[in-house]
């Protein structure tokens, strides 16, 4: 019942910015932590940031502190990741998550509702 779609992936230049959305349906918003993951071409899936029900609940991997920032907009049943100062190693389909939990989450095992990702090219 649970469905997530994922927007706002494109083409950037290093140094740029990118905003994803992750458009959320069939749960009560606020009461869920939501995810951000990536995937590269031949690489395993890695987190990159979660929210809790409080968007103060925050966290990021290392490799994005400062560059990026997830928030959620319950009343519109959305969650976005601000991606600053991107950089081609960020290059990635780019994934959001939902486990039904307040609290955020980093573990990948822990979520059980996927969208279907967009994809997010920097170049050099």
């Known amino acids: 019942q649970v469905q997530l779609v994922e927007s706002g992936g494109g083409l950037v230049q290093a140094g740029g910015s990118l905003r994803l959305s992750c458009a959320a349906s069939?749960?009560?918003?606020?009461?869920?932590?939501m995810g951000w993951f990536r995937q590269a071409p031949g690489k395993e899936r890695e987190f990159v940031a979660a929210?809790?029900?409080?968007?103060?609940?925050?966290d990021y991997a290392d490799s994005v502190k400062g560059r990026f920032t997830i928030s959620r907009d319950n009343a519109k049943n959305t969650v976005y990741l601000q991606m600053n100062s991107l950089k081609p190693e960020d290059t990635a389909v780019y994934y959001c998550?939902?486990?039904?939990?307040?609290?955020?989450?980093?573990?990948?095992?822990?979520?059980?509702?996927w969208g279907q990702g967009t994809q997010v090219t920097v170049s050099s």
């Open positions: 998550a939902v486990r039904r939990t307040s609290v955020r989450s980093r573990s990948m095992l822990e979520y059980e509702s």
């Open positions: 069939g749960l009560t918003f606020r009461a869920y932590s």
């Open positions: 929210i809790g029900w409080r968007s103060s609940d925050t």
